[in-house]
């Protein structure tokens, strides 16, 4: 790295040294809260997870971590309402796994 010109206070510019043929590539992960509710592990919270959970519930569908909408250890209406009030923007409180996928609840006053 070498100072930037154009840069604050502390940054650096990443300068490519290495010859063409000697260069890396880098692959940089993005990351994409895993929020419970989010029942058929589509990324999207929305109908399909409130219909997954219906089928949960009446045996249809198999058994996710992120059926627990509002993560009380049980499977029940309790979770589709929770959906329901996520889709909505009325949910007040929303649990998800951090970095390190440990479960964490915020709520929107956070």
């Known amino acids: 790295m070498a100072a930037c010109a154009g840069c604050i206070d502390g940054e650096s510019e990443l300068v490519d040294a290495a010859p063409p043929e000697d260069n890396y590539r880098m692959v940089v992960d993005a990351y994409a809260p895993v929020i419970y509710g989010n029942a058929n592990g589509d990324n999207r919270i929305d109908q399909l997870d409130v219909d997954y959970v ?8 198999e058994l996710t971590e992120l059926s627990d909408a509002n993560y009380d250890g049980k499977i029940d209406e309790a979770d589709i309402l929770q959906i329901k009030r996520i889709i ?10 951090d970095m390190d996928g440990r479960p964490v609840t915020r709520s929107r006053n956070q």
Request: overall charge negative; glycine content about 16%; aromatic content about 0%.
């Open 88 to 97: 909505s923007g009325t949910q007040t409180e929303l649990t998800l796994q």
């Open 54 to 61: 219906k089928g949960v519930i009446e045996g249809i569908n």
